[in-house]
């Protein structure tokens, strides 16, 4: 095989060819530098130097050709808008450019939930249940699936759709039956109920969760909102041993001590036929 001849050297298709390997190499560096600059950043922030890991990830931003270094290093600036400036405007800017530069899997749907948490939290609750709707929840693991059922839960419980909220809670025991995540979503399924109007359903469900997580955070008020439920119903003994053992528990042991009281009065009346006003359920531990 001999030697290439200069003026084949100099033709149209091999300086074509040369520059299109020459671009191809240069886009190899400049991938390569992006990606340094983003591990950089990772270590940054684990030993929590978030100038040093602001910095690195936006200089994988400006120097990457690949779209998905770019995506998951926005996503970084927004977590660290999130967690430590606690700046949920500039974060869901982020989030936006992220979701730009992301094209689809976990990261993607994940992205998308933060998101839609930072939307709810700057009162663009519209905005957020449309992304959320469209969060593909099988991609994810069970404990995030569950944040996301129970982010759309506490919309559709802060607009008063109970309903739907739910619907939304039940997802989230599906998903995840135990944990914060799971026993929350438990405590607030039987405040659906009372909210809803079904009385019997959500003393059932209270007592099956103060049976299941009897020093649950949510414990003291779950006992509240029975008790309210025993009154309701007439069963004032019930009610008032329900009180009675909550007040050194309650954080406002001054309410449960009115509600004694009242509760007292009215059982010293003898007005146990008579009808009795609502007792509106105290939700409590909300969010």
Known sequence: MGLLRPDRLLSR???????????????????NRAERKYDQGVVALE???????REDFSGAIA???????????????????????????????????????????????KVSFFLARDLDRLSRS??????????????????FQGRVFLLMARIYEHRENYRDASRFYK???????????????????????AFLGNSSGASVRLAAFL????DS????????????IDEKDGQYQKALDLLNALISSYPNPA?????????????????????????????????
């Not at 030993?47 to 890991?53: I, Q, R, S, T, V």
């Not at 955070?217 to 309210?228: D, E, H, I, M, Y």
Request: glycine share 8%.
């Open 63 to 109: 120097k990457s050709p690949v779209a998905r270094i770019r995506g998951k290093a926005y996503f970084r600036l927004g977590r660290m808008d999130d967690l430590y400036q606690n700046d949920p405007l500039q974060a869901s800017q982020d989030y936006m450019k992220a979701l730009e530069n992301l094209q689809g899997g976990a990261i993607r749907q």
């Open 47 to 53: 030993h929590l130097d978030l100038a040093g890991a």
């Open 211 to 214: 049976k299941r997580y009897p």
């Open 255 to 287: 309410l449960i001590n009115q509600r004694i009281m009242e509760l007292r009065k009215k059982m010293d009346s003898h007005a146990v036929g008579g009808q009795q006003p609502d007792v509106h359920p105290v939700s409590g531990a909300s969010g």
């Open 171 to 193: 997802k989230v025991v599906r998903s995840v039956p135990d944990g914060f995540t799971g026993e929350k979503a438990r405590y607030k399924l039987g405040l659906m109920d």
């Open 13 to 31: 298709p091999f300086c074509a060819m040369f520059l299109v390997l020459l671009l191809i190499g240069a886009a190899g560096c400049s991938k």
């Open 126 to 143: 519209d905005q957020a249940l449309e992304i959320l709707e469209k969060i593909d929840a099988d991609s994810l693991d069970n404990e």
């Open 217 to 228: 955070t949510f414990a003291s008020v779950a006992r509240l909102n029975l008790a309210s």
